[in-house]
């Protein structure tokens, strides 16, 4: 049994002090970071670029015009998507494992959100996977003939855009738990998690105006886009550059088990 002046001498490290293994902190942050910029890669190029280049909103015509003009850029994105939804799996199980301890059930509804979004995008991709389909194979236009094919095309491109709009609900809610746990776990600045919650607010808002008031949804974008923006640059920015927090308790701070193992010696 340790004695009270082996215990008083006793230095407990902070979460990055002595510790260089696999589970380090500042690896576990850093790794989740590397898996958040191929996210950022691949889902901006996806859905920042692929889908808006081919999906024309009410347009049967041009849409399957696009596909059939960039199938190589459709199966792209389609493989863009895949590797989005598998890192962004990746990420949201690094960050639970960095964060669980600071607590449990709120970590646990980061990974659910996460999965509901990504369940989303790899349904997505099946459904612009399938698009291509319908507009290269001449079998479709035999049986519904060009414009019953081109019709079939916009559908499952209209699907495929809308399901996004609805991940983008779920992109926003796992933010939320991530901020509260950054910001109770004292290793990222209390400022990143206001701004991570202040970010899902911003997202689901914006799903809600692109279904109830479309026609201001383009302007209402612009505006509550800025807020995801700088939370989601501000989270990658901090586990790349940073990690977490080098804290070094003073010298002497002791667990309370230690304490009073120390004082009945």
Same mark, same amino acid.
């Given at each position: 049994?340790?004695?009270?002046?082996?215990?008083?001498?006793?230095?407990?490290?902070?979460?990055?002090?002595?510790?260089?293994?696999?589970?380090?902190?500042?690896?576990?942050?850093?790794?989740?970071?590397?898996?958040?910029?191929?996210?950022?890669?691949?889902?901006?190029?996806?859905?920042?670029?692929?889908?808006?280049?081919?999906?024309?909103?009410?347009?049967?015509?041009?849409?399957?015009?696009?596909?059939?003009?960039?199938?190589?850029?459709?199966?792209?994105?389609?493989?863009?998507?895949?590797?989005?939804?598998?890192?962004?799996?990746?990420?949201?199980?690094?960050?639970?494992?960095?964060?669980?301890?600071?607590?449990?059930?709120?970590?646990?509804?980061?990974?659910?959100?996460?999965?509901?979004?990504?369940?989303?995008?790899?349904?997505?991709?099946?459904?612009?996977?399938?698009?291509?389909?319908?507009?290269?194979?001449?079998?479709?236009?035999?049986?519904?003939?060009?414009?019953?094919?081109?019709? %079939? =095309?916009?559908?499952?491109?209209?699907?495929? &855009?809308?399901?996004?709009? *609805?991940?983008? +609900?779920?992109?926003?809610? !796992? $933010?939320?738990?991530?901020?509260?746990?950054?910001?109770?776990?004292?290793?990222?600045?209390?400022?990143?998690?206001?701004?991570?919650?202040?970010?899902?607010?911003?997202?689901?808002?914006?799903?809600?105006?692109?279904? %109830? =008031?479309?026609?201001?949804?383009?302007?209402? &974008?612009?505006?509550?886009? *800025?807020?995801? +923006?700088?939370?989601?640059? !501000? $989270?990658?920015?901090?586990?790349?550059?940073?990690?977490?927090?080098?804290?070094?308790?003073?010298?002497?701070?002791?667990?309370?088990?230690?304490?009073?193992?120390?004082?009945?010696?």
């Amino acid at each position: 049994m340790a004695t009270r002046e082996e215990a008083n001498s006793t230095i407990i490290p902070g979460p990055t002090e002595g510790v260089t293994n696999m589970k380090s902190p500042k690896f576990l942050a850093r790794i989740a970071g590397v898996f958040y910029l191929i996210v950022g890669i691949t889902g901006g190029f996806s859905e920042g670029y692929v889908d808006p280049s081919i999906y024309v909103g009410g347009d049967a015509a041009a849409t399957a015009g696009n596909v059939l003009a960039n199938p190589e850029l459709v199966r792209i994105g389609v493989f863009a998507h895949l590797v989005d939804a598998t890192f962004f799996v990746l990420m949201a199980l690094t960050l639970y494992q960095l964060l669980k301890h600071v607590n449990k059930g709120v970590a646990r509804s980061m990974l659910v959100f996460v999965a509901l979004a990504v369940g989303i995008i790899a349904l997505n991709a099946v459904f612009l996977f399938e698009g291509l389909q319908v507009a290269t194979h001449s079998s479709y236009a035999a049986a519904f003939g060009t414009a019953g094919s081109n019709a %079939l =095309v916009l559908l499952l491109l209209d699907i495929q &855009h809308f399901g996004t709009l *609805i991940a983008q +609900i779920f992109f926003g809610l !796992w $933010l939320a738990p991530m901020g509260y746990l950054a910001y109770k776990s004292g290793w990222f600045p209390k400022a990143l998690g206001i701004v991570l919650v202040l970010a899902t607010a911003s997202y689901v808002l914006d799903t809600c105006a692109a279904f %109830l =008031v479309p026609a201001f949804e383009k302007e209402m &974008h612009l505006f509550l886009i *800025i807020m995801p +923006i700088i939370a989601e640059i !501000w $989270l990658l920015g901090y586990l790349l550059l940073v990690g977490v927090k080098t804290v070094k308790p003073a010298k002497g701070i002791l667990p309370a088990a230690v304490a009073i193992t120390g004082a009945q010696a």
